[in-house]
T-cell receptor
C-alpha cells in the first residue's frame, strides 16, 4: 500500500500524559498536513509542512502541540500534558504540491481518547 | 477570517432521489475547491474545481464552481444506500492551506 499511513491507529491515555503520533506520507509528496476532527465537524487545520519546513501553524493550537518533519519525509505530532478536550481523530494528509493541481490524500487517522 | 459553509447540515432521502449539496466560501486568496466523501474513516477525494462553470463528472456525481458568487454544488443522481456518508467541501488558499466546512451528512434509505 503506497498511501498515507499513520501510527498508532488508536491511543488511549490518561490526562496529563504525553502522546506522539507518526505520519508517513506518499513518498513523492512534499507537503504534509495535520488536522484534528471531532464528531460532527470537518477536519480542523493544525499545521503543515513543505519538505522539512513548517510553513503555518493554526493560532488555535496551544503550545502543548508540536510537530516535526526532520528529514522532509515522515512527520510526528506530539501533544504534551494531554487534556480530555484533546480527544479527537488526528488526520494526516499529503500532497504533491503542483500548483493548480494540488490535491490532498488522507491517512486513516489516529483516534485519541484522553481519560 | 477564511471560512467555508456547507448546507444542509444533514439530509435524508430515499434511493433513486437526486440531491444537491451546497458549499459557499469566503477566502482572501482562492486557489481551488475540493469535494471529499467521508464514511467511517478518512476522507476520500472526489473532485477538484478551479474554474467557474466547468462541470466535473464521475458516474452519478457531478460538481460545478461559481467563482463570482463564491459557491459550489455537488449533485448526486439516482442515489444509492452506498452514497450515505458525510460530504466535505474544502477550499485551498493561496498559501496551500485547506479550509474545510463542517460537512453535509447524507443518509440514503432503501
Amino acid at each position: 500500500d503506497t498511501g498515507v499511513s499513520q501510527d498508532p491507529r488508536h491511543k488511549i491515555t490518561k490526562r496529563g500524559q504525553n502522546v506522539t503520533f507518526r505520519c508517513d506520507p506518499i513518498s513523492e509528496h512534499n507537503r504534509l498536513y495535520w488536522y484534528r476532527q471531532t464528531l460532527g465537524q470537518g477536519p480542523e487545520f493544525l499545521t503543515y509542512f513543505q519538505n522539512e519546513a513548517q510553513l503555518e501553524k493554526s493560532r488555535l493550537l496551544s503550545d502543548r502541540f508540536s510537530a516535526e518533519r526532520p528529514k522532509g519525509s515522515f512527520s510526528t505530532l506530539e501533544i504534551q500534558r494531554t487534556e480530555q478536550g484533546d480527544s479527537a481523530m488526528y488526520l494526516c494528509a499529503s500532497s504533491l504540491g503542483q500548483g493548480s493541481q494540488e490535491t490532498q490524500y488522507f491517512g486513516p487517522g489516529t483516534r485519541l481518547l484522553v481519560l | 477570517e477564511d471560512k467555508v459553509v456547507q448546507s444542509p447540515l444533514s439530509l435524508v432521502v430515499h434511493e433513486g432521489d437526486t440531491v444537491t449539496l451546497n458549499c459557499s466560501y469566503e477566502v482572501t486568496n482562492f486557489r481551488s475547491l475540493l469535494w471529499y466523501k467521508q464514511e467511517k474513516k478518512a476522507p476520500t477525494f472526489l473532485f477538484m474545481l478551479t474554474s467557474s462553470g466547468i462541470e466535473k463528472k464521475s458516474g452519478r456525481l457531478s460538481s460545478i464552481l461559481d467563482k463570482k458568487e463564491l459557491f459550489s454544488i455537488l449533485n448526486i443522481t439516482a442515489t444509492q444506500t452506498g452514497d450515505s456518508a458525510v460530504y466535505l467541501c474544502a477550499v485551498v488558499t493561496g498559501t496551500y492551506k485547506y479550509i474545510f466546512g463542517t460537512g453535509t451528512r447524507l443518509k440514503v434509505l432503501a
